[in-house]
């Protein structure tokens, strides 16, 4: 028997990032959004653990580790030793989520594991104890489960759903060459530029207003300033945004991938087909969609 359950990318509408802590982790206001490009993880019982990966279309995923390193494995892990159980499993993964993207694809991932394993062998676990278990993976894997829109403290992991009555839309522009999170962070500390932690504020309002003129005037993006220091020419793709007529241009979370967001899916199409010569990969995507589930028993 298999289990396929599909899981979303996150952007961040705001990210504001504080000080580091002791545990290397920098405290966090954020807001996230789960949006309409997935990846779809499926699970079958094997001897053993191991992860197979393929990527659609043109995705480059040779930066994929197969091996025991793969988020997806220790997540099975983690499944197992939370229950007490010895038991293993083949995961394959479908990717759409550009990788090292900003775009929290292997977060998608981990999230997908648990679910579906979870179905897999009727564990039942509770939602409390998957939330829990995913914050251990990593930062962004607990929104993975929840998806929707969502307030994010602590160093990410703590989500709380946020109410948004928007249907927006988003252009993605992925980048070629992955940016490394823990190097943004880095650059992030090095610059100096997390003295105080800023909260989102308008952007509850803008949300519930369903606004997206109103929207982009609260988008905003603590990291930006330490991804361009390392990477000066992402600002170019920034500018050729905003040139085709979207309301804003966000990074999405540490970057490369850059967001614009449209007024509805025409606009967005649009911006995407002006974007289309100059860039190898152009995405629209809608938001807020929902987390982790599944979509095939077999
Ligand atoms: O939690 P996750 O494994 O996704 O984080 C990847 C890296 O990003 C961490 O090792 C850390 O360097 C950085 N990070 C951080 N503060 C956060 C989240 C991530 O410094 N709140």
Redesign the pocket.
Known sequence: MSITVRAPAKINLHLGVGPGRPD???E?ATVYQAIGLYDDVTATEAPEWSVTVAGSGDLDVSDVPLDDHNIVIRAGRAIVDHHGIDRSALISIAKSIPVAGGLAGG?ADAAAALVALDRLWDLETSDADLLAIAGRL???VPFALLGGTAYGTG??ELVEPVSDNGQWWWVVVPNGAGLS??AV?GEYDRLRLGETLRAPEGLFGALADAWPEGLAGELHNDLEPASLELRPELAHTKRDILECGAYAALLSGSGPTWLGLAGDADHARDIAADLTGKYPVVLCAPGPVAGAHVVTYA
């Open positions: 290397g982790y920098h966090l977060s990593g930062s962004d160093r990410g999170t823990a962070y």
